[in-house]
């Protein structure tokens, strides 16, 4: 089973860009799909994005579509998700989750998901 630390996330202004990692260890990265969901006090855990085996398709939220980008490198067993044109609504903390499955479900799978992050606060404020 992998294990992922996720790191990046910090405070920053609306309309600035945060970078966030995600480095899996303990397996072999490139089995896992791999996704970002986010949390904001007192709403449900929802995918932000997502990205297949490869790297070859992606999916996002409809929110972030745009400004969110997420991509891997397997070689060095790591995700990314750039952030660009923040808004205060994207204030959460994100989790960084894989799974040996198609991306599509992984939203609804959240709770059977093979492993998660634990976390990272973003917050965007002025």
């Known amino acids: 089973q992998v294990q992922l630390v996720e790191s990046g996330g910090g405070l920053v202004q609306p309309g600035g860009s945060l970078n966030l990692s995600c480095v899996g260890s303990?397996?072999?990265?490139?089995?896992?799909?791999m996704a970002w969901f986010r949390q904001a006090p007192g709403n449900e855990r929802e995918i932000v994005a997502a990205?297949?085996?490869?790297?070859?398709?992606?999916l996002y939220a409809d929110s972030v579509s745009g400004r969110f980008t997420i991509s891997r490198d397997n070689a060095k067993s790591t995700m990314y998700l750039y952030m660009n044109n923040l808004r205060p609504e994207d204030t959460a903390t994100y989790y960084c989750?894989?799974?040996?499955?198609?991306?599509?479900?992984?939203?609804?799978?959240?709770?059977?998901?093979?492993?998660w992050g634990q976390g990272t606060l973003v917050t965007v404020s002025s």
């Open positions: 989750a894989a799974d040996r499955s198609a991306i599509a479900t992984m939203q609804n799978r959240q709770g059977t998901l093979d492993a």
């Open positions: 303990g397996d072999t990265f490139s089995r896992y799909a």
């Open positions: 990205i297949t085996y490869t790297g070859t398709r992606t």
